[in-house]
C-alpha cells in the first residue's frame, strides 16, 4: 500500500522526489519506494532528514511506526526521542514555538542554541506575547559558582558565562513587552525543559557533555501527573525560586554582549 501520509506531507511542503532524495542523501528510487510501500521504513537518520526537510515529526510520515509501538502505559507522552538534541530538526522548534498560543517557557542553563538556529526568534516571541502567549526564560546566573565550576567540566572556549550573557543580550529584547518575563536560577544546570503550551522538549545533560550532545524527549500531554506533567512541575518550582533578570543589576564593567 502506499505511503500516502508520506506524499501527502511532500506534496504540502511542495518538496520533489528529487529534492527529498537529496536532503536524505539518498537515490531518488529509494525514495520512489517510501512513497509506493508505507511499511517501508527508512533508517532512523533518513526518518529525521526527511522530517527536517517536510517541517513533521516523523511519526506523520511514517504511521506504521507509531502504530507498531503504541504505548499505554506511563510513556505514552513520549512522542519522539532523539539521541542527541542536535538531531531534533529544526523545523520541530519552529512549529511548537509558532502553534503556542498560552505559554512558552525556556528552561536552559543558558538557551544560547536558540538565537543560533532561530536568527529572529526575539522578535517572534515578542509578537506571541503581544498575541497573549506567556512568554519565560529561566536562565543560569553567569556570576554564579555553579556557572564557574560547570565552565571548568565543559572546559570548552565558548564559556557558559559567555553564551548566558549572549542570551541576556538577546532577551532584552523582551524587558517591556507584557507577559515577557525572564528570571535567574541555579538548579536546572543539569537538565534542560522547554515547554510550548501541552508539548515538551527535555533534554537531560550528561556528565561533562553541552547541551547538544545530550539525548532529548519530545512529550505531549495525554494524562494527569505523567511525565509532561512531572516535568512542568520540576520547571515550575525551579521558576518560583528564581530570582529577577531585569530588577538585578548589571556587575559594573561588564556588558550583556561581552
Known sequence: MANVSLRSAMLNAQVTNQNLADRCGVDVKTVERWLQDETRVPHMRHQWAAAEALGVETAVLWPDVMRNTVKTG?????????????????????????????EILFAGYTNYFLWLEHPNLAKALKRK??????????????????????EDVENVPLTVSTRIRITLSEVEQLRDVPGADARFGDEHIAMSVFRFDSEMLVTPHLAKLVGHDSPM?????????????????????????????WKEPQPAGQSLGD
Open 74 to 102: 506511563p510513556d505514552k507522552e513520549v512522542l519522539t526521542v532523539y539521541p542527541y538534541r542536535s538531531a531534533c530538526p529544526k523545523s520541530i522548534w519552529r512549529n511548537l514555538i509558532s502553534s503556542a498560543r498560552e
Open 217 to 245: 524527549l519530545h512529550l505531549r500531554r495525554y494524562q494527569d501527573d505523567g511525565l509532561f506533567d512531572r516535568f512542568a512541575y520540576h520547571a515550575y518550582e525551579l521558576w518560583s525560586n528564581g530570582r529577577d533578570v
Open 129 to 150: 506575547a503581544q498575541q497573549g502567549c506567556r512568554i519565560r526564560f529561566l536562565i543560569g546566573d553567569p556570576e554564579s559558582e555553579v556557572t564557574r565550576r560547570r
